[in-house]
């Protein structure tokens, strides 16, 4: 007999994204955005569903289950109830919340007969099981505690909960309105970024502040427990009733309104972003702490968006709290199409769960998504007319990258399958070399087109990270900040940024390391550890780097602009490696050069609208 095919989905609020399992196995994976080029795409995955589909060469009679990740009757009555709360204000958020629930997810069945033909055995898992689920069964752990953290499910906005075998449990939750979730997008959103987008500007934007208003959100806006559980004062938040999030009483309390976005950053705002910040942290290190007390197990696997904090991840394994720490990669919403595909298959058709002898996880370093062959893209760059080196073999061809990144230049990659999350992992990468120290100010200002203070994350080879940070073990995920080794540092004043502020620009270029382009302005880094056995090419472009300059280490950033997703196909990547200043995109075994190819009207024009002064 053979195995079960579950197809898990996610969507209609942010990050729509389907995932396909065989049994136990996970076959695919991918979210709705990277198909249709819309960032956060929201709505039904049927181009995902497809792809999941196609990967596994099935048709969709062959669908034992399909799997939502939330459970449309208890996400209305959330919606009511909060609506009875504050009404006869919020009429309109309540409009809006209807709509989405009564047209889109009360009708999810006949989304689902419409993408697949045919009407499937459809199951509703909830919200922060889903989260759960994709936290444990992919992790190496044969028990761990479970931690998911988020905006809303459906009434939960954090649970704890304990994975043993292929059973988990929940044991603790807080509900809606109080969510760690909310108040850091509600600060995000008061710092001028956009909230389910913006969280990560915020957190790279905490390292140049102080975190000065700390006592004050904790004395005034969340009232936090010794075990971790809290409270909001929903008299300082307006997410109940209003579109926004931050309300009269917290904008008082800052003694200043809200930022404005796209104007100017001051050190009011990075002082803000410490504050909240450093209350995550405070809150996020007394969870896990309640969730080993909870459990008895030393091992903790986490999902839902808080997850992707790296900075309070790094705080947590640096505690002493956990021996093994596994965070899911998707760990937003997206990862939630993956865990009710799992949860379906454990909880609710009894398969059984194989973790890994190898000690690592069952994720396969989340290259989940599309791949495409040299033939097709071959075929692509000849029919465009486009002009290219073929280089199949795999050492002469990183050779080549390498010595294209020590001469300075920025490079685009694309090999493999895509990476399923929000971080791109040496398969749709831009990379570059850290060694520079205009680097970080270069590709974010003139690649990237974002902000110049977001800082960038450095791959370096597995077996090699101990030599430039002070992390032990593997971080393949690019889910944990850790400092730079103080062997590697060079000083760098604070001071001296923050009496100079009116221009962030040389606080970014100043040179804090050996490594300045990854290293941040408090010495920290978001690591990423590169396995061949994950990503052979990217892993191969590493070691000839090293092999040339005696670094193994990469800037490598995701392959898009802001505003866009991140690159799928060859035609993506070739698009914006023309609208940009990549000057050496790699396709597969395939390397073309920027001075080499045709320019189009159309691209000088869409890069002078994405320009930032």
Known sequence: MSEPYILGVSGLYHDSA???????EIVAAAQEERFTRKKHDRRFPANAINYCLSEAFIEPSQLDIVAYYDNPALTLDRALRNFAAVAPRGREPFKAAMRSILDEKFRIEKSFEAALGEARPLWYVDHHLSHAASAFYPSPFEEAAILTVDGVGEHATLTIGHGKGRDIELLREIRYPHSLGLLYSAITQYCGFKVNSGEYKLMGLAPYGEPRFARAMLDHLIHVKDDGSFALDLSYFAFMDEAVMSGPKLHALFGAPPRTAESRIDLFHMDIAASVQQVTEIIMLKLAAEAARLTGSRNLTMAGGVALNCVANGKILRSGLVDGFWIQPAAGDAGGALGAALYA???????????PANGRDAQRGSYLGPAYSSAQVRAFLDREGYAYTHIPDRAERSAAVAKALDAGKVVGLLSGRMEFGPRSLGARSILADPRGAQMQSKVNLKVKYRESFRPFAPAVLHDRVGDYFELEGESPYMLLVAPVREDIRQPFDMADFRKGVADMIPAVNKVRSTLPAITHVDYSARVQTVHPDDQPDFHAILAAFDALTGCPVLVNTSFNVRGEPIVNTPED?????????????????????????????????????????
């Open 18 to 24: 389907a995932a396909l399992i065989s049994g136990a």
């Open 345 to 355: 298959a454990h909880m609710g058709l009894e398969l059984p769960r194989q973790v």
């Open 573 to 613: 990547a070739y698009r914006c490696f023309m609208r940009t200043e990549i000057e050496t995109l790699v396709l597969e075994d395939c390397i073309l050069e920027k001075a080499e190819q045709p320019v189009s009207e159309d691209d000088d024009a869409w890069k002078q609208e994405f320009e930032l002064d």
